[in-house]
């Protein structure tokens, strides 16, 4: 049996991949320092696979804790490197928080792997590394402007991080992929996205304002350059998600990557404005939402969504779920989660 760390397991899109791992037949162990998660997801995870697979706490960001961890990392077949700090408007107000974080347990990964000679790596980048792109859809070819956000360069350097390591270590090999918006939850509602606080995302406040945790959404900006005037984005489910990311292990474990660093876009290829995804929320789960429309967001890029023919072709992978099947689950599981009727 392959042995997969999976960092950040213990998060939103780490423990629906936890699920496909262990589904598909991987062992996995997951590292995670729980700050931004709680523990009891492991019961979710033993819930839905009948596993509740190896756990370490530890911060990936300090490197004493990682040296705790060797004999985990000796026999590792691979990594798949999720934690990080990922709020965009947080980054901008605590940047070195954010450097700090996400560089730091990157290259202690990867000092690691190294180390023990763990051949594998995939790595969580955004499509927040485009920007707003000139031309859309975006493919993997398309500039990568300067980032917006800490946040956002976090993942432009990590992926420079990771090409320029790879370039000097023969048997390391990495594929970064590039989330475009994950949302929803797994079917069985026993794991979802569960955000600390306020949420920021739009998926999350939509859910809690149905739920009546939140008194009312605000759609950020109706004058922008789209049908509804509303911004959009590629909305895509996170078990598809998790999905890809066994696509690209099992590529790299059987040697038919390509190069020994890629780049994958993975979304939906196909984009949604706030108002079309407020109207299937409501449609699918028959809740009137109550919102109002405010100013737009600082930082907000007005539309994106992917060209993911390139996952389609080499890691032939493809989306299955509709955007009304993740709104339907995310609502399923935010139901579940505050023990609603
Ligand atoms: P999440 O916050 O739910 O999960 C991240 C996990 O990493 C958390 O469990 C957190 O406790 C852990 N973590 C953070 N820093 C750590 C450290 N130093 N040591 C150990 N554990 C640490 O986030 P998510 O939505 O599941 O995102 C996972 C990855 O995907 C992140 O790298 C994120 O930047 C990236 N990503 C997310 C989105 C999105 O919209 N959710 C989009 C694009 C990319
Ligand atoms: N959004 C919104 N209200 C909210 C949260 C988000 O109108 O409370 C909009 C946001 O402006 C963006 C889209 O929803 O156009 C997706 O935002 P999210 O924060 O979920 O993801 P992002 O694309 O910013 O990473």
């Known amino acids: 049996m392959k042995k997969i760390i999976v960092t950040g397991g213990t998060g939103y899109i780490g423990s629906h991949t936890v699920v496909e791992l262990?589904?598909?037949?991987?062992e996995v162990v997951i590292l995670d320092n729980?700050?931004?998660s709680n523990i009891d997801v492991l019961?979710?995870?033993?819930?839905?696979?009948?596993?509740?697979?190896?756990?370490?706490?530890?911060?990936?960001?300090?490197?004493?804790?990682?040296?705790?961890?060797?004999d985990v990392l000796k026999n590792a077949d691979g990594i798949i490197h999720f934690a990080a700090y990922k709020a965009v408007g947080e980054s901008v107000k605590y940047p070195l928080k954010y450097y700090k974080n996400n560089l730091n347990s990157l290259i202690n990964i990867l000092e690691n792997m190294q180390k023990y000679s763990v051949k594998n790596l995939i790595f969580s980048s955004s499509c927040t590394v485009y920007g707003q792109p000139k031309e859309l859809p975006v493919t993997e070819q398309s500039p990568i402007l300067k980032a917006d956000s800490p946040y956002g360069n976090t993942k432009q350097i990590s992926e420079e991080i990771i090409s320029d390591?790879?370039?000097t270590s023969e048997k390391l090999k990495a594929i970064s992929l590039r989330y475009f918006n994950p949302i929803g939850a797994h079917e069985s509602a026993e794991i979802g996205e569960l955000p600390l606080g306020v949420p920021d995302n739009l998926i999350p406040y939509i859910t809690q304002t149905a739920a009546g945790i939140r008194e009312q959404l605000?759609?950020?900006?109706s004058d922008y350059n789209t049908p509804d005037g509303t911004a959009i984005r590629d909305y895509i489910h996170v078990s598809d998600l998790a999905k890809a990311h066994i696509a690209a292990l099992k590529r790299l474990?059987?040697?038919?990557?390509?190069?020994?660093?890629?780049?994958?876009?993975?979304?939906?290829?196909k984009g949604n404005t706030v108002l079309e995804v407020v109207k299937t929320f409501e449609e699918v789960t028959g809740v009137k939402l109550n919102y109002q429309i405010v100013d737009r967001r600082q930082g907000d890029i007005e539309k994106i969504w992917a060209n993911?023919?390139?996952?389609?072709?080499?890691?032939?992978?493809?989306?299955?779920?509709?955007?009304?099947?993740?709104?339907?689950?995310?609502?399923?599981?935010?139901?579940?989660?505050?023990?609603?009727?």
């Open 22 to 26: 262990i589904e598909s037949g991987f």
């Open 34 to 36: 729980l700050s931004n």
């Open 43 to 70: 019961d979710g995870i033993k819930k839905i696979t009948g596993i509740k697979p190896e756990f370490y706490k530890v911060d990936l960001a300090d490197s004493s804790e990682t040296d705790k961890i060797s």
């Open 165 to 167: 390591t790879i370039k």
């Open 218 to 221: 605000s759609i950020f900006g």
């Open 253 to 269: 474990i059987s040697n038919k990557n390509k190069t020994n660093s890629e780049v994958f876009n993975i979304g939906a290829g």
């Open 308 to 341: 993911a023919d390139l996952a389609q072709k080499e890691l032939i992978w493809e989306t299955e779920k509709s955007l009304a099947e993740a709104l339907l689950s995310a609502w399923n599981w935010e139901k579940k989660y505050r023990g609603i009727k």
